[in-house]
């Protein structure tokens, strides 16, 4: 993991993020058995713990460095159940810097090294004493030519981060949780709109009652366009130079425009955006939010959102001031009162927080260790499906299916963890139709003969492993893990299999937000002992 495939002498990410601190001594155990495996890792040994967490954002527009400490505590009695983030501290934030291109398409990853370490100079902290994070790339850092070479610049880091390359609907959510949206519509109930302008792309969330229902992206941002101080065209995005085509102005690279010009294209932007909101179908990157109905609450995040609030005053040289302005004189074309700003800027950058389970062996159904584990960064994905009462195969295939869309991801070709909480009879009728569900809803996995992962709330793992992999023959190797809480948004290791007990050690990291919505709140009265 520490060595540094890059160009010798470039300087990269991968330099800042490798470190020997990252192996915790419990991993080197993960492959033989201990007399007390319970005090091999201290996690066990104590309800709080705190981690140093950095999350980096490199968004078409800006990139930011983010330093956390998370306070995690145990909520449940008994050794087994979950540590929940109770508290996030922001130990540094670096400034907001614009993600610096070498050219009108190709990002700069030296220049966006040197951000980075700018970023732990200024905390002050080295990064063998960082305990996880988080990479992630957003809106139009994703189609430049070398998102590719920063892509594999982060998976070379590895080890404790989780990387994550974000496509529209994930990139909605993680705004909506990050902006405050999500926690506004938990604690008052409310259906919230929450509207996130980058630099390339507006990210659309609805929220019900803390939960996000729907998302979409529309193709308008602040940073199509950049100009110079004597107002001549410095970067023209391909859409940029479509969205000024519609608003009636033919502009090249290099061309000379007046303020009133931008003025007049901003406004034409804002006037775009407010009909697509409403519904209007050209402008969308995915397909439209289907109910707008009854919105109780407006949110704006992202840079442009700073404008809408009137928390930012500077010019950039691009169209977001202009367009957080010509928006917020449009403010009564949306669906509902304009709530007060939570995270803007920031939304999308967020922590990732990390700690260890172990899982007793009684519960693991593992068709073949050495193919199946160990396994590191598997997103795990939470389909919506009632599991009680009798089980709908169709419907089960049909939320996979769905699940895999929302999170811009391709049902074979990337390798996942499916989590569900089973409840009700574990009888064999059930399990079937739950299991033939799987079959449909991993039809490609299994005609690859890929690995399946599955994790449940519940006590039917045996059985249910036992059903696909014996009674069915699929080829696909199958592991099956029970009594494991998982929601969508955390990745997950697998350790090796543990010998003679049994045991799977199941590393969970969650991506954190400011402030996490999913905390269970009716254990309040835990944080007073």
């Given at each position: 993991m520490g060595t540094n495939k890059g160009k010798k002498g470039a300087h990269t990410l991968a330099d800042h993020l490798h470190g020997e601190g990252y192996d915790h001594d419990h991993d080197h155990d993960a492959d033989h058995e201990h007399d007390s495996p319970i005090e091999e890792n201290a996690l066990w040994l104590q309800d709080n713990i705190s981690l140093v967490s950095v999350g980096i954002d490199i968004g078409s527009a800006g990139t930011q460095v983010i330093f956390s400490r998370l306070h995690m505590r145990r909520m449940g009695e008994d050794?087994?159940?979950?540590?929940?983030?109770?508290?996030?501290?922001?130990?540094?934030?670096?400034?907001?810097?614009?993600?610096?291109?070498?050219?009108?398409?190709?990002?700069?990853?030296?220049?966006?090294?040197?951000?980075?370490?700018?970023?732990?100079?200024?905390?002050?902290?080295?990064?063998?004493?960082?305990?996880?994070?988080?990479?992630?790339?957003?809106?139009?850092?994703?189609?430049?030519?070398?998102?590719?070479?920063?892509?594999?610049?982060?998976?070379?880091?590895?080890?404790?981060?989780?990387?994550?390359?974000?496509?529209?609907?994930?990139?909605?959510?993680?705004?909506?949780?990050?902006?405050?949206?999500?926690?506004?519509?938990?604690?008052?109930?409310?259906?919230?709109?929450?509207?996130?302008?980058?630099?390339?792309?507006t990210k659309l969330a609805l929220i019900e009652h803390g939960r996000v229902l729907e998302?979409?992206?529309?193709?308008?941002?602040?940073?199509?366009?950049?100009?110079?101080?004597?107002?001549?065209?410095?970067?023209?995005d391909p859409q940029g130079r479509s969205l000024a085509r519609q608003a009636g102005f033919d502009w090249q690279p290099g061309a000379k425009i007046s303020p009133a010009e931008l003025d007049e294209?901003?406004?034409?932007?804002?006037?775009?955006?407010?009909?697509?909101?409403?519904?209007?179908?050209?402008?969308?990157?995915?397909?439209?939010?289907?109910?707008?109905?009854?919105?109780?609450?407006?949110?704006?995040?992202?840079?442009?959102?700073?404008?809408?609030?009137g928390r930012e005053q500077r010019d950039f040289g691009d169209l977001g001031r202009r367009l957080g302005l010509a928006l917020k004189r449009r403010l009564d074309r949306l669906p509902g009162k304009l709530l007060p700003a939570g995270e803007c800027i920031r939304a999308t950058a967020f922590g990732a927080s990390e700690y260890s389970v172990q899982l007793s062996g009684n519960t693991v159904y593992v068709s073949e260790p050495g193919a199946l584990l160990p396994r590191k960064n598997l997103q795990v994905l939470q389909p919506p499906v009632r599991l009680e009462g009798p089980i709908d195969a169709a419907k089960v295939a049909a939320a996979i299916a769905a699940h895999f869309d929302a999170f811009d991801?391709?049902?074979?070709?990337?390798?996942?963890?499916?989590?569900?909480?089973?409840?009700?009879?574990?009888s064999f009728e059930r399990l079937s139709a739950f299991g033939e569900g799987l079959r449909r809803g991993l039809a490609n996995t299994i005609q690859k003969e890929n690995p399946i992962y599955l994790i449940l709330e519940g006590d039917v793992a045996q059985t249910l492993g036992a059903i696909l992999k014996e009674?069915?023959?699929?080829?696909?190797?199958?592991?099956?893990?029970?009594?494991?809480?998982?929601?969508?948004?955390?990745?997950?290791?697998?350790?090796?299999?543990?010998?003679?007990?049994?045991?799977?050690?199941?590393?969970?990291?969650?991506?954190?937000?400011?402030?996490?919505?999913?905390v269970p709140h009716r254990h309040a009265h835990h944080h007073h002992h």
């Open positions: 050794l087994s159940s979950r540590y929940f983030v109770v508290k996030r501290e922001t130990l540094y934030q670096s400034p907001v810097a614009l993600t610096p291109y070498a050219s009108e398409t190709r990002i700069d990853e030296e220049a966006i090294g040197r951000i980075i370490d700018a970023a732990y100079a200024g905390a002050g902290l080295h990064p063998d004493s960082i305990d996880t994070g988080s990479v992630i790339l957003t809106g139009e850092a994703l189609r430049r030519e070398n998102a590719q070479a920063i892509g594999e610049l982060l998976a070379e880091i590895g080890g404790e981060f989780v990387c994550a390359t974000a496509g529209h609907h994930m990139e909605a959510m993680l705004a909506a949780y990050g902006s405050g949206a999500a926690k506004v519509s938990h604690d008052r109930g409310w259906r919230v709109l929450n509207i996130d302008i980058g630099g390339g792309t998302t979409a992206a529309i193709h308008v941002g602040g940073r199509l366009l950049v100009a110079d101080a004597e107002s001549r065209i410095t970067r023209l294209l901003a406004a034409w932007m804002a006037e775009a955006l407010c009909r697509a909101i409403l519904g209007e179908r050209q402008l969308y990157l995915t397909e439209p939010l289907k109910d707008l109905r009854a919105i109780d609450g407006v949110m704006f995040s992202g840079g442009v959102g700073e404008y809408v609030y991801l391709v049902e074979g070709e990337t390798e996942v963890a499916l989590a569900f909480k089973w409840r009700g009879e574990p009674d069915w023959g699929l080829r696909s190797e199958v592991l099956v893990i029970d009594g494991v809480a998982l929601r969508d948004f955390d990745y997950i290791d697998l350790g090796r299999i543990r010998v003679p007990s049994n045991t799977v050690p199941v590393t969970i990291k969650s991506l954190v937000f400011g402030q996490d919505p999913r």
